[in-house]
């Protein structure tokens, strides 16, 4: 298949190379000429394990391109929309003006019997709209909605071997024609077994702010049960293994912390939230507000937990030295939008705190959003003369921190652990104050 990817961040650079990676002949489409030569010469705009490998093969294979030109689009077939929805200024509504920008810039290249493929996470009705501007502009060109369920850190293994492939496609004269384009395009996913749900536009597009309302709606379930289990002293760990092996709710996704961010789960509920206020469904959702509301919260509670082991030290919270460890929103990635880490650490430093933080991955982005911080340019040097230790991003090499070795570093031995992931005994065993989120 000749394919376009139209939009070239996160999502779009992914679904390029791992297009060209699995056969097709692929050219990324941005406006952004840095962007563009960067990923032409190879190199990835932000961390994502696995992508500069299969970035390098397709490029040195021939069949992946990069472009600020959108004309080279007329020798393609399929178009995929990948560019960005963030939150709008002012609003929880998306921000549409890149989806509509990149479908009009696109229009005139189009060719009859090609297919524009939305993947981006849009209000339900985008689809529909967008379908009806290339009909009004008169090219006899398909849309059809594929929303794409990539987590960070594992992009590119999502998107090669899916969980599922959802195909919005309208009714009518083009609908097979749609679906045998599609299964063409994901014919080596078909291949291995990778379950299709062939849906309408509108369900499709529903599919994805579902799921993230659903994850949102896991994690925030358990941090709330985590503020009842610190309320008398049992155990949120626990509490999660014992109820997710029941098949029904599942394990994952539920472990207790600072809670959600990143560049999705936050603003596609805020988003959702506003769409169905549109559609005079508000009460539907109005919970999400409520999730996001736990949410926003578990900042604060982890901020609050770090201004106490201060305490608890007898020194002042403007006189102690606080050790950050993490700052992207999650570990393997270095996002850190809407991160919780990154909340936290700026709410210590207002407060007056010495903040010093280390990401192994996301130590520039975080000082290019909040250019005050202070970070270290290693585990050892972030945790020299601390009164107090927060983990917040669960990196592996947090994980692995041996305590009696970090005893050796610190001024105070207090830590807390927002991601309950480390082994209270042996902190406590080392000599430390050991604080984590709803467990004892
Ligand atoms: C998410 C969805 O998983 C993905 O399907 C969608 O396409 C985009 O949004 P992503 O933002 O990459 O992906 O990260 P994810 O792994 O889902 O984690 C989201 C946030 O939830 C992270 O901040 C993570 O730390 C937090 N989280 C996750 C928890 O706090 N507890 C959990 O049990 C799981």
Known sequence: MRISVIGCGYLGAVHAAAMADVGHDVVGIDVDVAKIALLSAGKTPFFEPGLPEILASALASGRLTFTTD??????????????????????????????????????????????????????????????????????AAELAWNPEFLREGHAVTDTISPDRLVYGIAPGDR????????????????????????????????????????????????????????????????????????????????????????????????????????????????????????????????????????????????????????????????????????????????????????????????QARFPALVTATSIDVVLAGADVIVLVTEWPEFVALDPVHVATLVRHRAIVDARNVLDAQAWRAAGFTFVSMGRP
Do not use: W
């Open 175 to 366: 609908h097979d024609e749609s679906l045998r384009l599609l299964n063409a395009v994901y014919a080596s996913a078909l291949a291995a077994g990778t379950p299709v749900v062939v849906t309408d536009l509108a369900t499709a597009e529903l599919v994805k702010t579902a799921a993230n309302a659903f994850l949102a709606t896991k994690i925030s379930f358990i941090n709330a049960m985590s503020e009842i289990t610190d309320a008398v002293g049992a155990n949120i760990t626990e509490l999660a293994d014992a109820i997710g092996y029941d098949a029904r709710i599942g394990r994952r996704f539920l472990n207790a912390g600072v809670g959600f961010g990143g560049g999705c789960l936050p603003k596609d509920i805020r988003a959702f939230v506003a769409r169905a206020e549109e559609l005079g469904q508000g009460e539907s959702v109005a919970f999400l507000t409520e999730v996001d509301v736990i949410n926003q919260r578990q900042r604060s509670r982890v901020t609050k937990l770090v201004c106490d082991a201060v305490t608890r030290q007898g020194i002042e919270v403007t006189s102690a030295r606080i050790a950050v460890l993490g700052l992207a929103f999650k570990p393997h990635s270095d996002d850190v939008r809407d991160s919780p880490a990154l909340d936290v650490a700026r709410n210590l430093g207002a407060l007056g705190a010495d903040i010093i933080a280390f990401d192994p991955e996301a130590n520039a982005s975080a």
């Open 70 to 139: 959108i004309s080279v689009a007329s020798r393609c077939d399929v178009h995929f929309i990948a560019v960005g929805t963030p939150q709008s200024a002012g609003s929880n509504a998306a921000d549409m003006r890149f989806v509509d920008a990149a479908v009009t810039a696109l229009i005139p290249h189009l060719n009859d019997g090609d297919l524009v493929v939305g993947k981006s996470t849009v209000p339900v009705g985008t689809a529909a709209r967008l379908r009806d501007m290339i009909g009004a502009s008169g090219s």
